[in-house]
């Protein structure tokens, strides 16, 4: 693919997030809706393929700084008190014909680069996995607990009626069953919050994912890869 990378705000970038995202999110997820209050306030990180212009975005995600909607989610106070500035992203997805090879790498690149310019010091964010029967995701969400939970000092903790707990251990095997998106943000240095939250609008089991952005290492798209394959959980 010949990747183009938009970030903005504007109607265009909107409407070419939201094509993507109800395909993904409501086409093939099943969610109720996609759209929500906070999308005029983000910013929309779009990917195309110069290659196929006529599929307009490829790939999508939104940022904005602070973390209203993912501390509905998780409780974030531990991460605030630090007082490094805080960004969030959501909604992310890919086109079907683009996942599992290097556009979400580019997605990812993208979204460093947007921190890096607006000196952001901890990004959040909820990732999600399809299905909102948390004993379904029990076995992974335990190993992703195992295997990369934040700091006491930092980590968010679920809460509100639909928190769920997560104790316990899970063999390495179960790893295989994080969608590709929560590996990513692990391959980067990210960790994982505590508990999960059941999202039944979205039909989804959400995890709250953090990452120290002075812990990201700067360079080129094909250096920040292969520091990901070579972290890469089985």
């Known amino acids: 693919m010949r990747p183009h990378l938009t970030l903005g705000r504007t109607p265009e970038e909107l409407r070419a997030a939201l094509a993507l995202r109800r395909a993904v999110f409501v086409g093939e997820m099943g969610a109720r809706d996609d759209g929500d209050a906070h999308d005029a306030a983000c910013e929309h990180l779009v990917l195309r393929d110069a290659d196929r212009p006529g599929l307009g975005a490829v790939g999508t995600l939104r940022l904005a700084m602070g973390a209203e909607y993912t501390a509905r989610e998780f409780d974030l106070s531990r991460l605030v008190a630090t007082g490094r500035p805080l960004a969030e992203a959501g909604r992310s997805c890919l086109h079907p014909d683009y996942r599992g090879g290097t556009a979400g790498l580019y997605l990812f690149r993208g979204l460093l680069d947007a921190l890096r310019a607006r000196g952001v010091g901890y990004l959040v964010g909820t990732a999600s996995f399809p299905g909102a029967d948390a004993a379904r995701h029990m ?35 179960a790893m295989r069953a994080v969608p590709a998106l929560i590996k990513t943000y692990l391959r980067a240095g990210a960790w994982v919050g505590e ?25 080129p798209l094909p250096r920040i890869a292969a520091r990901m394959e070579a972290a890469a959980p089985s």
Do not use: S, Y
């Open 195 to 219: 508990g999960a939250w059941r999202d039944p609008d979205f039909d989804t089991v959400d995890i709250c994912m953090v990452l120290d952005m002075a812990k990201v290492p700067a360079g």
């Open 139 to 173: 076995e992974a969400l335990r190993r992703l607990r195992q295997e990369a939970l934040a700091p006491e000092a930092l980590r968010p903790v679920a809460h509100g009626p639909n928190a769920v707990a997560v104790a316990g251990t899970a063999p390495r095997a």
